[in-house]
C-alpha cells in the first residue's frame, strides 16, 4: 500500500511538472519567417581579424548585420523619461565608462554619451527599426526593472507600425505574459539559462527549470547554449515541439557542436560559415 501511494504521488508530481513546463501549444504564430537565418547578438560588432567593427547595439552595428543578411537580437530599456533605447546592462559603466543607472537618465542625457570610446551614441528603438527597415528578422528581447506592462506597452505600439518580421524574449516571466494577454499573435520567447550553478535562491530555481512557462506561455525557449542538456528545455523542445533558441553561440566550433540541439542561434564574435 505504501509503495502504491508512493508511485500515484510520483506521478502526480511528474503530471505537475509537465504542466508547469508547458509552453504554448495551441493557436502558435508561424515560426517560418525566423527560419533561415543566423543571428548576430546585438548586432555586428566587436573586432574581426584586426579590422574594427561597431560598439554592440549600436546603430552600425545593427545596420551591418541587416546589410549581411544575419537576423539580429537586440535588447531595450527604458530611460528616465519613457523612450525606449537599445542597451544592454542596467549601468553605464562598462560600455560608456559613466557612473549610475540607465534608467536615471533622460534620453537627451543618454545621447551625450559615448559607446566603448567611439563615436557612436545609444540610439533609440526607432532608430534601431529604422536602419534595419524590415530588411532582416528581429528578436527583441526586454529588459525589465519592475516595469513590464510599461515597457511592452509602449514596444508595442511602436512595433505596431513596424513592417518586418520580429519576434519578443524576455528574462522576466511577466513580460512574456504580458504578451500572452495583449499580442497572443506575436511569437513570444522565455529567456533562460541554468542559474543553479551560481545562484541558489528559489526564484532562479525556478526560471532556471522553466516552471513559469505555465504563466507566460511561451512559443519558443532562448537558453544559453552551454546548459544545452538541461531537462526543461529539452522537453520543451522534444516533447511540446516549440521552439529552441540558442544563446549565445561564439566560435564556429561551438555551433557545430550545439547545431543538433537547437533550432535557431544567436552568435557573437565570428562569422558564421553557414547562415
Given at each position: 500500500?505504501?509503495?502504491?501511494?508512493?508511485?500515484?504521488?510520483?506521478?502526480?508530481?511528474?503530471?505537475?511538472?509537465?504542466?508547469?513546463?508547458?509552453?504554448?501549444?495551441?493557436?502558435?504564430?508561424?515560426?517560418?519567417?525566423?527560419?533561415?537565418?543566423?543571428y548576430?547578438?546585438?548586432?555586428?560588432?566587436?573586432?574581426?581579424?584586426?579590422?574594427?567593427?561597431?560598439?554592440?547595439?549600436?546603430?552600425?552595428?545593427?545596420?551591418?548585420?541587416?546589410?549581411?543578411?544575419?537576423?539580429?537580437?537586440?535588447?531595450?530599456?527604458?530611460?528616465?523619461?519613457g523612450?525606449?533605447?537599445?542597451?544592454?546592462?542596467?549601468?553605464?559603466?562598462?560600455?560608456?565608462?559613466?557612473?549610475?543607472?540607465?534608467?536615471?537618465?533622460?534620453?537627451?542625457?543618454?545621447?551625450?554619451?559615448?559607446?566603448m570610446?567611439?563615436?557612436?551614441?545609444?540610439?533609440?528603438?526607432?532608430?534601431?527599426?529604422?536602419?534595419?527597415?524590415?530588411?532582416?528578422?528581429?528578436?527583441?528581447?526586454?529588459?525589465?526593472?519592475?516595469?513590464?506592462?510599461?515597457?511592452?506597452?509602449?514596444?508595442?505600439?511602436?512595433?505596431?507600425?513596424?513592417?518586418?518580421?520580429?519576434?519578443?524574449?524576455?528574462?522576466?516571466?511577466?513580460?512574456?505574459?504580458?504578451?500572452?494577454?495583449?499580442?497572443?499573435?506575436?511569437?513570444?520567447?522565455?529567456?533562460?539559462?541554468?542559474?543553479?550553478?551560481?545562484?541558489?535562491?528559489?526564484?532562479?530555481?525556478?526560471?532556471?527549470?522553466?516552471?513559469?512557462?505555465?504563466?507566460?506561455?511561451?512559443?519558443?525557449?532562448?537558453?544559453?547554449?552551454?546548459?544545452?542538456?538541461?531537462?526543461?528545455r529539452?522537453?520543451?523542445?522534444?516533447?511540446?515541439?516549440?521552439?529552441?533558441?540558442?544563446?549565445?553561440?561564439?566560435?564556429?566550433?561551438?555551433?557545430?557542436?550545439?547545431?543538433?540541439?537547437?533550432?535557431?542561434?544567436?552568435?557573437?564574435?565570428f562569422?558564421?560559415?553557414?547562415?
Amino acid at each position: 500500500m505504501k509503495l502504491l501511494l508512493l508511485f500515484l504521488i510520483l506521478c502526480a508530481v511528474c503530471v505537475l511538472y509537465l504542466i508547469s513546463i508547458k509552453p504554448r501549444i495551441c493557436g502558435r504564430p508561424d515560426y517560418k519567417p525566423f527560419y533561415g537565418h543566423m543571428y548576430a547578438h546585438r548586432g555586428l560588432h566587436g573586432t574581426k581579424d584586426g579590422d574594427a567593427l561597431p560598439p554592440e547595439n549600436s546603430y552600425s552595428a545593427i545596420k551591418l548585420a541587416a546589410d549581411k543578411g544575419y537576423g539580429i537580437e537586440f535588447d531595450v530599456h527604458l530611460t528616465k523619461d519613457g523612450i525606449l533605447v537599445v542597451f544592454h546592462d542596467d549601468t553605464l559603466s562598462r560600455v560608456c565608462g559613466v557612473n549610475g543607472y540607465l534608467k536615471d537618465y533622460t534620453f537627451e542625457e543618454l545621447k551625450l554619451f559615448c559607446l566603448m570610446g567611439t563615436q557612436e551614441h545609444i540610439p533609440s528603438f526607432e532608430e534601431a527599426l529604422a536602419a534595419v527597415d524590415g530588411r532582416v528578422p528581429l528578436i527583441i528581447e526586454y529588459k525589465v526593472d519592475h516595469n513590464a506592462g510599461r515597457l511592452c506597452s509602449i514596444c508595442d505600439r511602436i512595433l505596431s507600425n513596424y513592417k518586418g518580421a520580429y519576434c519578443i524574449e524576455s528574462f522576466h516571466p511577466l513580460a512574456v505574459h504580458w504578451y500572452k494577454v495583449h499580442r497572443p499573435d506575436i511569437v513570444r520567447g522565455q529567456l533562460s539559462e541554468d542559474f543553479t550553478r551560481r545562484k541558489l535562491r528559489p526564484s532562479y530555481f525556478l526560471l532556471s527549470h522553466l516552471i513559469g512557462n505555465f504563466y507566460a506561455s511561451p512559443d519558443f525557449v532562448a537558453y544559453n547554449c552551454k546548459h544545452k542538456n538541461e531537462l526543461s528545455r529539452t522537453l520543451c523542445r522534444k516533447l511540446y515541439h516549440a521552439l529552441s533558441v540558442a544563446w549565445t553561440v561564439r566560435s564556429q566550433e561551438e555551433l557545430e557542436h550545439v547545431s543538433k540541439r537547437f533550432d535557431l542561434f544567436i552568435f557573437e564574435g565570428f562569422v558564421p560559415s553557414v547562415q
